[in-house]
C-alpha cells in the first residue's frame, strides 16, 4: 500500500515549456486535490476532484489544468510555465467524507 | 475569508523543554481543525483532527487542544525526531476545502 505517489520528483522547466504531473493513490478514495507551496505561505489548492469525471477549482488555478483520468489518478498540466509557478506541488486525496486528507511526497518544479 | 494563522513561525527546543504552538482561526462554521507534520523535502503527514471546542487528543508526545478560536499543539519532552514544520489547517461546513496556516518550524536540539 503506498498511498499516494507523485512523479517526477523535481522537474527544471524553461519559461513557456510545457509538463504534466502525475499523481497516483491506491486508497480508493474518491476525492483527489492538487496543492502548492512557497516559503512562507500555506498550501493553497489549486484544483480539486470530488470523484471519477468531476473537477473545481481551488484558490489559485490560473495557469493550470487538470484530468481525472480514472478513480487512481489525478494529473497536473502546466501549458505554458511561468517562472511564478516555480514551486513545490503536492498531491492528495481524501475518502467518502472528505475528512482527512493524505499527500504524496511532492515535486519540485524550477521554471527558469 | 478564512485565516488560519499559526505562531510563532519558527521555535528552537533543547531536547526536555515542553512546549505549545498556537493556530488561531477565523472561519464560519468550524467542521474540523487538522494537525501535519512535514519533514524537510516532504509531504505532509496527517496527526490529529479535532472537531469542537474542549476536544484534546494525544500522540506520543503531542498533545492537540482546541477553543472556539484557537487550537494549541503542546510538545512535551521533545526529541531531536520531534524537528519539523508542523502545519494547521481548517474545514468548514461549507465545502470540502481545507485553509493551511504557514506553519511553525520546530528545531529540537540535543
Known amino acids: 500500500n503506498a498511498g499516494v505517489t507523485q512523479t517526477p520528483k523535481f522537474q527544471v522547466l524553461k519559461t513557456g515549456q510545457s509538463m504534466t504531473l502525475q499523481c497516483a493513490q491506491d486508497?480508493?478514495?474518491?476525492?483527489m486535490y492538487w496543492y502548492r507551496q512557497d516559503p512562507g505561505m500555506g498550501l493553497r489548492l489549486i484544483y480539486y476532484?470530488?470523484?471519477?469525471?468531476?473537477?473545481d477549482k481551488g484558490e489559485v488555478p490560473n495557469g493550470y489544468n487538470v484530468s481525472r483520468l480514472n478513480k487512481r489518478e489525478f494529473s497536473l498540466r502546466l501549458e505554458s510555465a511561468a517562472p511564478s509557478q516555480t514551486s513545490v506541488y503536492f498531491c492528495?486525496?481524501?475518502?467518502?467524507?472528505?475528512?482527512?486528507?493524505?499527500f504524496g511526497p511532492g515535486t519540485r518544479l524550477l521554471v527558469l | 475569508e478564512d485565516q488560519v494563522t499559526q505562531s510563532p513561525e519558527a521555535l528552537r527546543l533543547q531536547e526536555g523543554e515542553s512546549s505549545s504552538l498556537n493556530c488561531s482561526y477565523t472561519?464560519?462554521?468550524?467542521?474540523?481543525l487538522f494537525w501535519y507534520r512535514q519533514d524537510p523535502g516532504k509531504g505532509p503527514e496527517f496527526l490529529f483532527t479535532?472537531?469542537?471546542a474542549g476536544e484534546e487528543k494525544e500522540k506520543e508526545r503531542l498533545k492537540a487542544t482546541l477553543t472556539k478560536k484557537e487550537s494549541f499543539l503542546h510538545i512535551t519532552a521533545p526529541k531531536p525526531e520531534d524537528s519539523a514544520t508542523y502545519l494547521c489547517a481548517v474545514r468548514t461546513a461549507l465545502d470540502y476545502k481545507l485553509s493551511f496556516g504557514a506553519g511553525t518550524t520546530v528545531t529540537v536540539r540535543a
Open positions: 486508497m480508493n478514495h474518491n476525492s
Open positions: 479535532l472537531y469542537s
Open positions: 472561519v464560519s462554521g468550524l467542521r474540523g
Open positions: 492528495a486525496s481524501s475518502g467518502h467524507n472528505q475528512e482527512t486528507q493524505y
Open positions: 476532484s470530488a470523484s471519477e469525471g468531476t473537477t
